[in-house]
């Protein structure tokens, strides 16, 4: 049975993670030592707990050969709550095109790799790396803005990021997007979230301001949200908690933005005492 657990963050986060809050005590209450520690602290025993939980390791992409070998030491003394090969995997947004082969819908997406000349969408579109966490480095464009955008794709390329390129998706503006949380490979919840990019600005900070509010997940984002799920569990084992970003299409149908299996943030302040509880359970089992 899982006695302690240690609740890995990293010293810039460190009272920034709105899961904290709800998470930590929930966990205490259920009889369980929770210590907070950062993944960069040599003098961190990691065999000395059960379970290592990755939440809000949220500077990894810029030191990702150091979070690798850490994830593979922690694997090696003690439990994750997902394999190494489901974190390598939903490291690198690559994983678009693996969900696309397989009939997922996934946003509209072109994959411009170190070296190669960027051809840009007409109308609105946004550029990101294919490593990143909590919209670092991304940026918004309007048409016009072209020359700006490649130079924002040669930097990335330059420190060896390879580079997506999308198109602002209509409904973004208005609804926004919607997280949905799976336990155990089991749906749990979802939220509304609203983030407003920079304009040809990459945002510098750990991570972008968001809105968030509770949201009741229709069936079709739910069933999206799942096929991921599933797609993952098969390949790497069922991941004990899970993410999965959806928006609507220019199409009006549910399609993925992004994939979050590695420190996802749960929205647990939305998922109310259910989603909490059932947090526990996860991590606990």
């Known amino acids: 049975m899982t006695r302690r657990i240690a609740w890995v963050t990293t010293q810039e986060a460190i009272g920034?993670?709105?899961?904290?809050?709800?998470?930590?005590?929930?966990l205490e209450a259920a009889g369980i030592e929770v210590a907070t520690v950062d993944w960069k602290d040599p003098a961190v025993d990691w065999s000395s707990f059960d379970r290592v939980l990755p939440r809000s390791t949220w500077d990894y992409p810029e030191v990702m050969d150091r979070f690798l070998a850490w994830i593979d030491a922690v694997d090696a003394v003690t439990d994750l709550p997902?394999?190494?090969?489901?974190?390598?995997?939903?490291?690198?947004?690559?994983?678009?095109?693996?969900?696309?082969?397989?009939?997922?819908?996934?946003?509209?997406?072109?994959?411009v790799e170190v070296g190669a000349i960027p051809a840009f969408p007409r109308g609105e579109f946004v550029v990101k790396p294919a490593v990143g966490a909590g919209s670092r480095d991304v940026a918004a464009y309007r048409e016009g803005q072209?020359?700006?955008?490649?130079?924002?794709?040669?930097?990335?390329?330059?420190?060896?990021?390879?580079?997506?390129?999308?198109p602002s998706l209509r409904s973004i503006a208005v609804e926004g997007e919607w997280p949905l949380v799976f336990f155990h490979g089991d749906y749990s919840h979802?939220?509304?979230?609203?983030?407003?990019?920079?304009?040809?600005?990459?945002?510098?900070?750990?991570?972008?301001?968001?809105?968030?509010?509770?949201?009741?997940a229709s069936a079709?984002?739910?069933?999206?949200?799942?096929?991921?799920?599933?797609?993952?569990?098969?390949?790497?084992?069922?991941?004990?908690?899970?993410?999965?970003?959806?928006?609507?299409?220019?199409?009006?149908?549910m399609c993925v933005l992004e994939v979050e299996l590695v420190e996802p943030s749960l929205f647990?302040?939305?998922?109310?005492?259910?989603?909490?509880?059932?947090?526990?359970?996860?991590v606990t089992a």
């Open 190 to 216: 979802a939220a509304s979230k609203r983030v407003t990019l920079a304009n040809a600005a990459a945002i510098d900070d750990l991570y972008a301001e968001e809105l968030n509010a509770p949201h009741v």
């Open 82 to 111: 997902n394999s190494p090969a489901t974190m390598r995997w939903s490291m690198d947004k690559h994983y678009l095109a693996d969900l696309a082969a397989v009939g997922i819908p996934v946003t509209p997406t072109e994959f």
């Open 268 to 282: 647990l302040p939305e998922g109310g005492p259910g989603g909490v509880a059932r947090f526990v359970d996860a």
């Open 146 to 166: 072209e020359d700006v955008a490649a130079e924002h794709v040669s930097r990335l390329h330059g420190r060896g990021a390879a580079v997506l390129v999308q």
């Open 16 to 26: 920034r993670d709105p899961d904290h809050p709800y998470g930590v005590p929930a």
């Open 220 to 253: 079709e984002q739910v069933a999206v949200g799942q096929a991921v799920v599933d797609l993952a569990a098969a390949r790497f084992g069922v991941p004990t908690y899970a993410r999965v970003d959806v928006v609507r299409g220019d199409d009006g149908r």
